[in-house]
């Protein structure tokens, strides 16, 4: 049978592993743990030596606990001093009522308690500390409670004992998550930044993922029809050739060779877009977890639009192969598609003029023709660089897109001290 302390030690685990996939979440967290053992507040403190973005500070506090920018000041000038927390360096892991080895006398004579303690009212308290497995990581949580009312007993202590793994194991897994979330992040804005469309798509053609030009392609409707988490396309045996191409792509096992890329001509409404597309396989096999269920063949889709010209700004032209900045004006206009002539004319400058910026960049580039210097930047990153393209947020295939609250879903943010509760 569950008793009433039972049901309240699972109450609290409960709250602490929704914190772990929101840190949010801590604050009604403190809040369940501080009404549990009957305290007037919780202060919870994480403190990651390698990663500072992940330290924690939050004060709950529904009754008469108070804290403010001052005594946090203070407090941190007197913490080493602090016999409670000489007490939790001491024995770690442990749980500790102040009262169990303090005398009042002893607490009131400590310069923390006649500069901070007392103004805040934390006359008792409960506390435990939680160093990681090397020194770089250290947790401390700890209750109060206000005078007049009674020190934390053997109970109150067990109670959070039964606490301190599941308190450990919040971190461990809100470190893992924020990490994952963080290299999912990286890996999205670094595809971005390419200026073609990518598409990941299942054998249905439902988008996965899709990275901003491809965005911009589908709510465009350049070649595709929007409105809906599916890849559609105007002509319908475009469509059937689209749907072929992507169920062989999806067919391939992880233990056969990979498919050759396919390609594909879209045509646009209206036929007056086509798009070039390339399909090929993405098998997620190897999921780490053993996750077998969730390893499924996906499909790549790499789509460009003949109509837009390949960018090459010209200060990374400078930078990259040493040019003046009208060699770089010249060569970005060859790499747009523009001949010779309608490049200086673009420009306002003299033909001859241009062949003797042209004649230069030759030299830099060791080349001997514009054909060559087009083909030495589109096969350098300066193409790369997408620049004239506006981010494409809150599409129904993307989970995790450019909301401002997308960074909040772990919350990957610094919060150095928070003050919640009350007061």
């Given at each position: 049978m569950i008793t009433t302390i039972d049901r309240q030690i699972l109450t609290c685990i409960d709250a602490l592993y929704n914190a772990a996939v929101d840190q949010r979440k801590l604050e009604p967290a403190l809040g369940t743990i501080s009404k549990s053992l009957d305290a007037d507040g919780c202060h919870l403190v994480h403190h990651d030596r390698r990663n500072p973005l992940l330290d924690i500070s939050i004060l709950y506090s529904e009754g008469p606990i108070l804290w403010n920018e001052t005594l946090a000041k203070k407090f941190q000038g007197l913490i080493f001093d602090d016999p409670r927390i000489i007490l939790a360096n001491r024995f770690p892991e442990k749980p500790i009522s102040c009262r169990a080895y303090l005398t009042d006398k002893e607490l009131h004579a400590s310069r923390v308690y006649q500069e901070v303690l007392r103004f805040s009212k934390a006359e008792y308290t409960l506390g435990v500390n939680l160093p990681g497995s090397n020194d770089d990581v250290v947790t401390g949580l700890a209750l109060f409670r206000s005078p007049g009312r009674q020190p934390f007993d053997q109970k109150s202590c067990d109670f959070l004992g039964e606490l301190v793994p599941h308190i450990k194991r919040l971190f461990v897994i809100q470190k893992r998550l924020i990490m994952l979330d963080m290299g999912h992040r990286m890996t999205v804005d670094a595809l971005d930044h390419i200026p073609m469309g990518i598409f990941i798509v299942n054998d249905q053609l439902q988008?996965?993922?899709?990275?901003?030009?491809?965005?911009?392609?589908?709510?465009?409707?350049e070649g595709f029809r929007a409105g809906s988490s599916r890849l559609m396309v105007y002509n319908p045996n475009e469509y059937a050739d689209?749907?072929?191409?992507?169920?062989?792509?999806?067919?391939?096992?992880?233990n056969q060779p990979t498919q050759h890329p396919r390609t594909i001509c879209l045509t646009g409404e209206g036929q007056d877009v086509t798009l070039t597309a390339m399909v090929s396989s993405l098998s997620l096999a190897n999921l780490p977890l053993q996750a077998g269920a969730l390893e499924q063949s996906l499909a790549?889709?790499?789509?460009t639009d003949p109509r837009k010209p390949q960018e090459a700004p010209p200060d990374l032209l400078r930078r990259m192969f040493g040019l003046t900045r009208k060699e770089a004006e010249i060569v970005e206009q060859l790499v747009i598609g523009r001949s010779l002539q309608k490049a200086a004319e673009f420009l306002g400058m003299a033909e001859n003029t241009a062949r003797t910026h042209i004649k230069a960049v030759f030299s830099?580039?060791?080349?001997?023709?514009?054909?060559?210097?087009?083909?030495?930047?589109?096969?350098?990153p300066v193409w790369i660089q997408k620049t004239s393209s506006k981010r494409v947020s809150g599409t129904p295939f993307d989970p995790l897109s450019q909301s401002p609250q997308r960074h909040k879903i772990l919350g990957i943010l610094p919060p150095k001290q928070t003050f919640t509760g009350k007061n």
């Open positions: 988008i996965r993922f899709a990275n901003a030009s491809a965005k911009e392609l589908f709510y465009n409707a689209l749907q072929h191409l992507v169920v062989h792509a999806t067919q391939t096992s992880p790549v889709i790499f789509v830099k580039t060791n080349t001997s023709q514009q054909a060559d210097v087009v083909r030495l930047v589109l096969s350098s």
